[in-house]
Structure formats: C-alpha cells, structure tokens
C-alpha cells in the first residue's frame, strides 16, 4: 500500500489580504483567524 501524503496549503493562499475566513463543515459555520500573534485560531 502506498504512503498517503497530507495536501498542504500555505494559509495566504487561503486567507489572502484578510484576517478571517468562515469554512462550512456539515453545515455548521467555523471561523479560522490569525491571531495578533500570528497564531491560527477555529473557533465554532
């Protein structure tokens, strides 16, 4: 069986010029931001 590898994206392809973007899972709403500190953060 082959290795299966992680996809990977560098997270200024996904967030671009902003700090905050809402993914939609199952139908319920995440927030991922980057902190002030230049940490990821998803909250519900």
Do not use: C, P, W
Not at 6 to 19: G, M, R, V
């Amino acid at each position: 069986m082959k290795d299966k590898k992680d996809k990977k994206i560098e997270s200024k392809i996904i967030f671009q010029d902003e700090n905050i973007i809402t993914i939609v899972h199952d139908g319920q709403e995440y927030q991922l931001r980057i902190t002030k500190a230049n940490k990821l953060i998803l909250t519900k």
